[in-house]
């Protein structure tokens, strides 16, 4: 293995774009790591930790996926990863929640600073607005890493402040 390297990009979101960004990697000698996929209004951003063969550089993977006309008029990076790829206990998922209803200034940051408070990782997070009967529901969802001494309380914590709010609150232990 030559290196890693974290593979960016955004672009207008359109059919084909994870099967043409993964086949080109594949075809490159690329394996995937950890990578991610999400529309984000009318655009879409993946990112990828990826293993580099031999003698394939951040530049040549660069030039190459800016040369992919499922990238055309993308913004494209590619720069060498230098965290470690293996997870750490702070990445295993133990929860997942999901909160919905109506969209609220500073929704995100108050429900990510009670996970803060317990010591708890947020692995990923998912929000997005969704089209409803009654106009629009905004609906975020957390994976997340919260140490078993302090599930029970934090969980709590995160249902009655959705409740405090008027929102719906739904947990899953992994």
Same mark, same amino acid.
């Given at each position: 293995?030559?290196?890693?390297?974290?593979?960016?990009?955004?672009?207008?979101?359109?059919?084909?774009?994870?099967?043409?960004?993964?086949?080109?990697?594949?075809?490159?000698?690329?394996?995937?790591?950890?990578?991610? %996929?999400?529309?984000? *209004?009318?655009?879409?951003? %993946?990112?990828?930790?990826?293993?580099?063969? *031999?003698?394939?550089?951040?530049?040549?993977?660069?030039?190459?996926?800016?040369?992919?006309?499922?990238?055309?008029?993308?913004?494209?990076?590619?720069?060498?990863?230098?965290?470690?790829?293996?997870?750490?206990?702070?990445?295993?998922?133990?929860?997942?929640?999901?909160?919905?209803?109506?969209?609220?200034?500073?929704?995100?940051?108050?429900?990510?600073?009670?996970?803060?408070?317990?010591?708890?990782?947020?692995?990923?997070?998912?929000?997005?607005?969704?089209?409803?009967?009654?106009?629009?529901?905004?609906?975020?969802?957390?994976?997340?890493?919260?140490?078993?001494?302090?599930?029970?309380?934090?969980?709590?914590?995160?249902?009655?402040?959705?409740?405090?709010?008027?929102?719906?609150?739904?947990?899953?232990?992994?």
């Amino acid at each position: 293995m030559s290196g890693l390297a974290l593979v960016s990009t955004f672009c207008p979101d359109r059919v084909g774009l994870v099967s043409g960004i993964t086949g080109h990697l594949f075809e490159l000698g690329i394996n995937l790591r950890d990578a991610t %996929f999400a529309s984000l *209004g009318s655009g879409a951003e %993946f990112s990828a930790v990826c293993e580099l063969p *031999g003698g394939l550089s951040v530049d040549d993977v660069q030039a190459s996926l800016t040369a992919l006309p499922e990238l055309a008029g993308a913004e494209v990076k590619v720069t060498p990863f230098a965290f470690d790829p293996v997870p750490g206990p702070q990445a295993l998922i133990t929860h997942r929640v999901e909160v919905s209803g109506g969209d609220q200034p500073g929704l995100v940051a108050r429900l990510s600073e009670i996970f803060t408070q317990f010591a708890a990782n947020i692995v990923r997070l998912d929000a997005q607005t969704l089209p409803d009967r009654d106009g629009e529901r905004y609906a975020l969802r957390f994976s997340v890493a919260i140490p078993p001494e302090r599930a029970d309380v934090c969980l709590s914590a995160i249902a009655n402040t959705a409740e405090a709010l008027s929102l719906n609150c739904k947990t899953e232990a992994l």
